[in-house]
């Protein structure tokens, strides 16, 4: 699952989506940084940064990597120096080039592909060019006196007045929006949050609940497919969940028959299983299931299984009940 989150400047972007990264367990790619190394390569190479054929060339003769947040280009650590007035000002000039952005681009699907297809990644175009077909598009914005005073507290602004730094980010909104390749612009299906009276928390939460959101059907359409119908529970499972609490029917049972059921001949448990601490919907004793989209955590070869964190609190008692009523029926 790739989950993109675009927006312009000093909206939030980086620390929301290595919040949501660290949350989901994903890795995080700041695509920025993709474009900043880019244009190290080329300023370091001396070439002329509007030669666009030039810096193709030096951006391939690079070796360009992130690992774990750290820039690495040509074996060495650049991170600090990425955010420099020469790299900044190099980077808003390459940027510009279709072809770089289009080499560059490469670059963002190739390091997503090392990494097993799955990653939370943050640019300006990710939802719209280098992801259009991720399943989770998010774009942040706030309200332009919001984004000044935002920046004016980060290091590279921290000198700057913020009349100063307002200017600055309005002359960059114009010229991402307005280029040719790649503008900056909401995808079409993109759920559009504006930060600007939202704590970091609840930009998060918001954004973890649209992950949850496009994980759930992905998950009932894998677990239908592979569940047998031979371990379907009856709708006595579905009354005893219906009275505890009805919401639970549509938000926790997500289309497949099975909690808390051991089946006889396979020898395996399938369900949903309530913690002390959390919620689990998975399968028990090694039953193996693919899993392209990375929904599944692993415990050995025991257990896959998703934590349903959002439903922790209010499932608890009324999965109990259902877990009691399962053990009730079974017996019979």
């Known amino acids: 699952m790739v989950i993109a989150v675009d927006g312009p400047s000093a909206v939030g972007k980086s620390t929301v989506s290595r919040r949501v990264a660290d949350a989901v ?26 030669d666009a054929a030039a810096v193709v060339s030096a951006v391939d003769d690079a070796d360009i990597d992130i690992v774990e947040g750290v820039v690495i280009v040509n074996g060495v650590d650049v991170t600090g120096e990425l955010r420099s007035d020469e790299v900044t000002a190099a980077s808003s000039r390459v940027a510009t080039l279709p072809t770089v952005r289009a080499r560059v681009v490469t670059l963002q699907r190739e390091w997503v592909e090392r990494h097993g297809g799955s990653a939370v990644v943050e640019g300006r175009d990710i939802g719209t060019v280098v992801f259009p077909n991720a399943p989770v598009k998010i774009f942040l914005t706030a309200r332009p006196e919001i984004r000044a005073a ?9 000198e700057k007045p913020t009349d100063q730094v307002a200017a600055e980010l309005a002359a960059r909104d114009q ?95 399938c369900g949903i299983f309530p913690g002390a601490d959390e919620v689990r919907l998975g399968f028990e004793h ?3 299931l693919p899993d392209p989209e990375g929904l599944f955590a ?27 009523a399962a053990v009730e029926f079974s017996s019979r």
Request: net charge negative; proline share 5%.
């Open 298 to 324: 692993d415990e050995g070869t025991q257990v896959r299984y998703v934590v349903l964190s959002e439903w922790t609190e209010s499932a608890r008692t009324a999965l109990g009940d259902l877990v009691d």
């Open 286 to 288: 090694g039953v193996e």
């Open 25 to 50: 367990g994903l890795p995080h790619l700041d695509t920025g940084s993709t474009y900043r190394a880019a244009a190290m390569a080329a300023y370091e190479a001396g070439i002329d940064l509007d």
């Open 175 to 269: 010229r991402d929006s307005s280029r040719e390749a790649s503008p900056l612009k909401p995808a079409d299906d993109a759920v559009i949050v504006d930060t600007s009276d939202l704590s970091l928390d609840e930009v998060t939460e918001r954004a973890l609940t649209l992950v949850d959101e496009a994980r759930a059907p992905k998950l009932a359409a894998l677990l239908d497919a592979h569940t047998p119908p031979t371990i379907a529970l009856t709708e006595i499972l579905r009354g005893v969940v219906r009275s505890a609490d009805p919401a639970l029917v549509e938000r926790v049972n997500l289309g497949w028959h099975g909690l808390g059921y051991h089946h006889p001949v396979a020898g395996y448990v």
């Open 150 to 158: 935002r920046r004016s507290g980060d290091a590279e602004a921290a």
